[in-house]
């Protein structure tokens, strides 16, 4: 009887043919029983793609309230100059706003900032007559 306390006939090792009948005889884990898991590696970040270091520079164009700026930044991508709007101003806290407490900062590229103030200039010179 092995020392383990199973009998022989349901003992591992019966069948493996060992002759002391200990539970320690020739016992290997990696003999009988295959490595189930499987090690996965964290996913390692790719190399973010940056535009040049002048296309990332914006600049502030215009101040303005919300409606303003939206109507701004509107004008400014049907030109194809991406634009930004930049606000402080919590719209989930403060339903409306009040002076330059909802102020908005409209940004462009530094290298379109001359052809935003063309655009600008037009829609702040008022109607035109005819």
């Avoid at 009948?21 to 003999?31: I, Q």
């Avoid at 964290?42 to 270091?53: D, E, G, H, K």
């Amino acid at each position: 009887m092995p020392t383990c306390g199973v009998p022989v006939k349901y003992s591992y090792f019966s069948t493996a043919g060992s002759s002391r009948g200990d539970c320690t005889a020739g016992l290997r884990y990696d003999a009988f029983m295959a490595r189930r898991g499987k090690i996965i590696p964290f996913p390692t970040r790719a190399a973010a793609v940056r535009p040049p270091a002048d296309e990332r520079a914006l600049t502030e164009l215009h101040r303005c309230d919300q409606a303003e700026a939206v109507v701004v930044k509107s004008l400014l991508e049907s030109e194809g100059i991406p634009a930004l709007l930049r606000s402080r101003l919590a719209l989930s806290v403060h339903p409306f706003s009040v002076g330059a407490q909802g102020e908005v900062v409209v940004m462009v590229p530094e290298s379109e900032i001359a052809r935003s103030r063309v655009l600008l200039s037009r829609l702040t010179s008022g109607p035109t007559r005819l």
